[in-house]
């Protein structure tokens, strides 16, 4: 048994190792999300055109030749994103796809792309379980996570005392982790989850589902769901009277393109988790300028951490000198990510980029100087203490 | 007793019912519009969901860039989409009419591509918000719900404009001349009706109604470009079920499958997205010419 499973590896060390010479073919990096359907504000082509600023900045070329970038939309189908990610990887010649939104696709091309030793860039795609029972050797976790969003808002607004939760959960794999996580928080922290209704992806009327969330008398509704879902909760909600009859909502994840749409009128005062604010200091305001002059909107910390992910493996690429998978993800681990948005953050072996999340407030309309100007920083949550620890997600590729 | 068979309070299931009732006027309003055009024009016309979102974003157009106000919106925004329902009809679709079905509902679906497309590219999926119109803020605690003064509104308004338009068609001459256009247009064409002009100001009113539920759904959901996909597949079914073209039946299937619809999201949340598909369904299995059709 035991020299079976020596054996084995020696084999599986071979194979491995097996071409000595670097592979320095061009780099071709894909982006795929949801271009067309309602995450295509926070994502889509925005996260394209920071992909393209990513390889600009990096100088646009490596091993002497010019660095690619395709991108599609998946159009938030899981079966659709496999088909685009296999035909990427297996005859376009594909070395990393990056954004990856929504978690269902997310998890699919995870799998597709540890079969096939290839990188997977998750930016946008928010389920902790990427880093956990479904965490790759060469996949990373960038922007946030589930379980990030979680930690940061519940546990201030438990804190606070809002200490019995219900939940709206959007119908599939990030709704389900997210409420798990926030659920989880709650308890933690000594509150009580009263109950959760869930709702289809993309659902248009919140009324009967905010009608039990009243009867369930809780302090707190926290909102599992993203994009206009959340929006039109958050609308209805007023509507509603839930609001002005005591009970808070949690958007547990919203998008600065989000506030933008629905406007401070409807999203003010509401608390949320985010690992990037554009107006946080100068290189973070510096580098937004360049995207909304190019987008015409500010960064979503989707698109702004795109950009940070793919010059950070650009540049382990470049530091390892081939696109051997183990090489470049050695480089990846090894070197701080030192830019505007990871600000000295670093990959731990789970995938996972730890770096700072920002708990935030949404102002009112007379706070605000202008369009843009919607958060107020109210804590900045250090890395280590805001992502779950390495040794709880039980992912089987960490070495103890 | 039967309440706590079911194991719900019956404060929950009057909030539901209510709560199927306007979303169902809403459903009822829409595959009305759609109900007359079928049975006037023979178009299954799918663009009828990006007609309702281009009704709410000329609202939000018209209070944004010209301050005009909700309730003048109510009439203008209807307006201005029928004209330009009018203006595809005459280019496009009333080269369609004496071919098969299925080139109507092609040239339609290119038509949804197209506006829906056009809004995206200038307002992004996310859309823009509308605020509610400040004599309907706030709302009444009816003791087993908290119903807010719109969705009131909402109610009592498509129910007024459903039933209205039913009249008009059914009980008025001018109704009866677009019944008669359907049975028979040359005859009445020889009767001296101007039918090609007739047609067109059908589909303008389709497009109206469609256009003024739009109007109606802006101050409750976000105003944007998707909005009209995924109302228009449950309006279509809620036709089928009615019974293709039947007024009557577009009327009372819209509100009884909000209802339904409402009542599921109560026992099994997790359906309420597939409920009205499955009645569909079990109806076409049943009586395949829908609940108040006629062979």
Known sequence: MRLGLV??????????????????????????????GLYADLSGLGSVEAARMAIEDFGGKLFGAPIELVHADHKNRADLASTIAREWFDNSKVDAIADLTASSVALAVQELARERSKFAIHTSGATSRLTGDACSPTGVHWAYDTYALANGT????????????????????????????????????????????????????????????????????????????????IRQAKEFGLVSMGQRLAALLLFITDIHAVGLEAAQELVLTTGFYWDRDEK???????????????????????????????????????KEPKAVMEKMRAMRVDDFFGNGGYLREDGRMVHDMYLVRVKKPGQSKGPWDYFEVIRTIPGDEAFRPMKDGGCKYVKN | MLFELLGVPPQALFAQLLIGLVNGSFY?????????????????????????????????????HFGIPFWASLVLSPLIVAVFGMALER???????????????????????LIEGTFRQLYGVSGRGYPTPEVLKGGWNLGFMFLPNYRAFVLVAALAVCFGAWFFIERTRIGSYLRAGTENARLLQAFGVNVPRMMTLTFGLGVALAAFTGVLAAPIYQVHPLMGFNIIIIVFAVVVVGGMGSILGAIVTGLALGVAEGFTRVFYPEASATVIFVIMAVVLLIRPQGLFGRR
């Open chain 1, 7 to 36: 054996c084995a590896s020696a084999l599986a060390l071979l194979l491995s190792a097996g071409p000595s010479v670097a592979d320095k073919s061009p780099v071709k990096i894909g982006v795929l999300n949801d271009q067309s």
């Open chain 1, 154 to 233: 519940a546990r201030a607004l438990v804190a606070e005392g809002q200490d019995t939760w219900f939940f709206l959960t959007a119908d599939y794999a990030f709704g389900h982790s997210l409420e798990k996580d926030t659920g989880a928080m709650v308890e933690k922290m000594g509150g009580k989850v009263l109950g959760a209704v869930r709702h289809p992806l993309d659902n248009q009327d919140f009324s009967s589902y905010l009608m039990q969330a009243q009867a369930s008398k809780s302090k707190m509704i926290g909102l599992a769901n993203a994009s206009s879902d959340t929006l039109n909760a």
């Open chain 1, 284 to 322: 973070t305001r510096a580098w937004s300028e360049r995207f909304n002059k190019r987008r015409g909107h500010m960064p979503t910390m989707i698109q702004a951490g795109t950009y940070s992910a793919i010059l950070h493996f650009l540049k382990a690429v470049e530091a390892a000198g081939t």
């Open chain 2, 28 to 64: 009822a309003a829409l595959s009305l519009g759609l109900a007359v055009i079928f049975g006037m024009l023979n178009i299954i016309n799918f663009a009828h969901g990006a007609l309702y979102m281009a009704g709410a974003f000329v609202a939000w157009m018209l209070l944004h």
């Open chain 2, 91 to 113: 280019v496009l679709l009333s080269r369609l009419y004496h071919l098969d079905h299925i080139y109507g509902l092609l040239a339609t679906f290119g038509l949804v591509l």
